[in-house]
């Protein structure tokens, strides 16, 4: 059985400012990947960052970059120079064939 | 590229009908599919897995009677809600994900905001 936890439910940031959304999950599995999505208002999700367990190194994607530490079972979300679309819920995934879901973090991004 | 297409948007029917939504791969073929629901302010809740051209693996909970999965090409699954009770009524979303590896990213659909009278 998996399960994630995303600890904070609504987190805010100011415009062109840094923040961290965290998560940390639980899994039996060996082989695993994790993935962060964002579902803004129209409630499309829409994939952010992937992280394949096996690798050490964290991921990047312009702004937005991964802090893995796999021992710990922690995968959280940096964001850098924040921006209005930023402003959305953010899920956090952990899976191998299927995904499991954290509770998400609504993001609220001050102009 | 990797859009998924679901339709309808938004659907309100009446207690005791059957609403078919449809969820389509438009630029690549979808080996696997998954059936989420979501309720307001809360978390996607997997449903069902389907793979092309066998039956749909379903969640604890979850009646395959009720909801009908079917993927018949590697473009296309459906879910049935049959005989829709107001209790049905939710945000019901797909995904699909390209070949068989599970380190491929799984791309949703819109969604679906079905509404049951």
């Known amino acids: 059985a998996q399960t994630v936890t995303q600890s904070q439910p609504e987190m805010s940031v100011q415009e062109a400012e840094t923040v961290t959304l965290s998560c940390t999950y639980d899994t039996s599995e060996s082989d695993y990947y994790l993935f962060w999505y964002k579902q803004p208002p129209s409630r499309q999700m829409i994939l952010v960052i992937r992280?394949?367990?096996?690798?050490?190194q964290n991921a990047t994607e312009n702004r937005f970059s991964v802090n893995f530490q796999k021992a710990a079972k922690s995968f959280s979300l940096k964001i850098s120079d924040s921006q209005l679309g930023d402003a959305a819920m953010y899920f956090c995934a952990v899976g191998g064939n299927k995904l499991v879901f954290g509770a998400g973090t609504i993001l609220r991004v001050k102009s | 590229g990797a859009v998924v297409s679901q339709h309808p948007s938004w659907v309100i029917c009446k207690s005791g009908t059957s609403v078919k939504i449809e969820c389509r791969s438009l630029?690549?073929?979808?080996?696997?599919m998954f059936w989420y629901r979501q309720f307001p302010k809360q978390s996607l809740m997997l449903m069902a897995t389907?793979?092309?051209?066998?039956?749909?693996?379903?969640e604890q909970g979850v009646e395959k009677d009720k909801f009908l999965i079917n993927h018949a090409s590697l473009t296309l699954s459906t879910l049935t809600v049959t005989s829709a009770h107001p209790e049905d009524s939710s945000f019901y979303i797909c995904?699909?994900?390209?070949?068989?590896?599970?380190?491929?990213?799984?791309?949703f659909g819109d969604g679906t905001r079905l509404s049951i009278l």
């Open positions: 389907s793979n092309e051209g066998s039956k749909a693996t379903y």
């Open positions: 995904s699909a994900r390209a070949g068989g590896k599970s380190n491929q990213p799984q791309h």
């Open positions: 992280q394949e367990a096996y690798k050490q």
């Open positions: 630029d690549f073929q979808a080996t696997t």
